[in-house]
């Protein structure tokens, strides 16, 4: 069994309080799973990087990340620290061009332990998967702005781009139990094909890939309309795929669903290297207040642990992952663990406190 070598990345904002309580997870992870062996490095990225070295994304950690066999990430950037065209440090995003990391992977599943949300209670259990190579982000750093007349930003899609995306929402669908709703296979396009070329290309490839996957539903929604059935109708969906933007967009508000930015784990993958960070930004609207909700952060070490599994053919890997996910459950069981954002009054190391506990006693 490999040790795994992790590079860890904390950032800024409630980046570094919520990535400490997925190390507190993971080592605790050593009593139930005494075989799992991980090396961590820490390595500098972010805003407050930046301020102090005129770098959010040093050479040092680049590598790292590429020599890491995974990388945890909080989170990065400060509204009041910009570049000189006034965008935000994102090196996240840069990381994600930089390796790679062609698919963003947001499970959307319902809480047991979290109160209801949604009207009617329904079952909640989809993936989206957004493309985060290309899209309107794309144009990140390369739009065009003429004086203070005009702006513009193009959207890109590419075939390749689009069929690599599409290709593993499929494969993702194919190991799944199907939509809550009627159990069936389902991947649907949420695009805006009706109204943009691009987005008409889009559906197009999504169209074509489909073709090879006969015994997998093929559904389509239009963006805005999708936003709607988030709220009305989520247990139809099994596997979602929007290109960056739209993915970036709906994902926020599939983790409303769901109890909120804290409860919302994701994965950046590529065919070569996994980044792993909560969807959330840096909320810095509550950083230093020890109140940040660790559960995306602690969730999305499980992804890592889930998505290291997989790649190394190690059992033991995929198993820890799923403690964690029943940790997790086991500690939102007890409303006294529920952090601010649930409505609780746990701080961010009474909520990790929780989950390592459950995890030792599994
Ligand atoms: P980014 O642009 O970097 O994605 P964002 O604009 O989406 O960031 P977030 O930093 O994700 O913004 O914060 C959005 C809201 O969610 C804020 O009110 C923030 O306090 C809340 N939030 C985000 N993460 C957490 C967390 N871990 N615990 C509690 N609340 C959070």
């Given amino acids: ?30 009593e139930p799973h005494p075989d799992l062996r991980f090396t961590f490095s820490q390595h500098r990225v972010g805003a407050g990087c930046y301020a102090e070295t005129g770098n959010d ?23 009041d620290v910009r570049f000189p065209d006034g965008t935000e440090i994102a090196p996240q995003l840069t990381l994600r061009f930089e390796m790679d990391l062609y698919a963003g992977i947001r499970p959307i599943k319902k809480f047991p332990g979290v109160p209801p949300l949604l009207e009617g209670n329904p079952p909640l259990d989809y993936v989206i998967m957004r493309e985060n190579t290309e ?6 750093g390369a739009g065009v702005r003429l004086g203070d007349s005009l702006a513009v930003d193009n959207m890109v899609i590419t075939r390749a781009g689009t069929e690599r995306i599409v290709r593993y929402a499929f494969e993702i669908a194919k190991q799944r139990k199907g939509a809550p709703a009627d159990g069936r296979s389902r991947v649907t396009s949420v ?9 008409a290309f889009f559906r197009q490839i999504f169209d074509e890939v489909a073709e090879s996957y006969p015994g997998i539903e093929r559904d389509y929604a239009y963006v805005d309309a999708f936003t709607v059935y988030q709220l009305k109708s989520p247990a139809w969906y099994d596997v979602v795929v929007a290109e960056n933007m739209f993915g970036d967009i709906i994902s926020d508000l599939a983790a409303a669903t769901i109890g909120g930015m804290g409860m919302a784990p994701s994965a950046d993958v590529g065919d070569r290297y996994g980044v792993f960070q909560p969807s959330h930004g840096t909320a810095p609207d509550i950083a230093g207040q020890g109140i940040a909700n660790p559960m995306a952060q602690v969730l999305s070490a499980g992804m890592m642990l889930s998505w290291l599994g997989a790649r190394h053919d190690d059992t033991e890997a995929i198993a820890a992952s799923e403690t964690i996910d029943r940790a997790v459950d086991r500690a939102l069981d007890d409303p006294k663990n529920h952090p601010v954002d649930l409505g609780g009054a746990a701080g961010t190391s009474k909520v990790g406190d929780a989950v390592a506990e459950a995890v030792a006693n599994s």
């Fill in 57 to 79: 994304l040093p050479e040092s950690t680049l590598e790292a990340c590429k020599q890491a066999d995974a990388v945890l990430f909080g989170s990065a950037g400060d509204p």
């Fill in 135 to 140: 899209g309107l982000y794309a144009s990140r």
């Fill in 1 to 30: 069994m490999p040790t795994y070598n992790i590079a860890v990345l904390p950032g800024d904002g409630v980046g570094p309080e919520v990535v400490a309580e997925a190390l507190k997870v993971l080592l605790a992870l050593e």
């Fill in 191 to 199: 695009d805006k094909a009706n109204i943009l070329k691009s987005m």
